[in-house]
């Protein structure tokens, strides 16, 4: 059986696909971390996101998350979907569902995923303002 | 010996391309092909601080580089 669902697609992500690859009866709780685009950043309009990645390797580091939540945490199942190109306000940029039988555990390792995920993963975000564009983290 | 090299983020912005071939001698380490990066591409400091990357891996420093190894700048990531 297959524990976890990796996908990094230009598509619109699928919320429903996640929740599905996750869900079993062994379970009693899922919980899910959707990133979505902010219309606003240090008070400055954004007007859209570019998600430019390194594909084989965030690939492999996201399935690295994925392998070590399910040894550091008692889950079911983790699904990590992320998407690439440009996103407009409110679109979604990542999701993560984790199941598991007991809550606490789901809760956690959705948190260590997404944490790790913005360490590790290499995916850079470009924000795009009505006066120019500027890649996130890239300066102090 | 000869080593692909890939930029992505800022870094290719900085460089103005994203993909190139350098030529390193040989037993090179990650180290010495940063000092290479350096002398080459000196805007590549106006930037907080990169990682490299060796055949889809983070590398440490110390890493000996082989001929047509495959060597990413990865810029502060931002993904999520």
């Known amino acids: ?140 | 010996m000869k080593i692909q090299t890939l930029f992505f983020g800022i870094t290719s912005d900085l460089v103005a391309t994203n993909n190139l071939e350098l030529s390193v001698s040989e037993n090179s380490s990650v180290n010495d092909f940063k000092i290479l990066l350096k002398e080459k591409y000196p805007q590549l400091k106006n930037i907080n601080s990169y990682a490299i990357a060796v055949n889809e891996t983070y590398a440490e420093d110390n890493l000996v580089l082989k001929n047509n190894d495959v060597v990413a700048v990865i810029p502060p990531v931002s993904g999520g």
Request: proline fraction near 4%; glycine fraction near 4%; hydrophobic fraction near 40%.
């Open chain 1, 1 to 140: 059986m297959k524990r976890t669902s990796i996908k990094i697609t230009p598509k619109k992500l699928n919320l429903q696909e996640c929740y599905n690859f996750v869900e079993d009866d062994s379970c009693g709780g899922i919980s899910a971390f959707i990133g979505t685009v902010r219309n606003n950043t240090q008070e400055k309009e954004v007007k859209q996101l570019d998600f430019s990645t390194y594909k084989p390797m965030a690939i492999k580091e996201m399935q690295k998350i994925a392998d070590l939540a399910l040894e550091k945490f008692p889950i079911h199942k983790i699904a990590i979907h992320h998407a690439e190109g440009m996103l407009q306000i409110a679109e979604i940029p990542v999701i993560i569902t984790v199941s598991s039988k007991h809550r606490k555990a789901a809760f956690k390792a959705c948190e260590f995923a997404i944490d790790t995920l913005k360490e590790t993963v290499p995916i850079w975000k470009k924000e795009y303002f009505s006066d120019g564009e500027v890649w996130v983290n890239a300066h102090p």
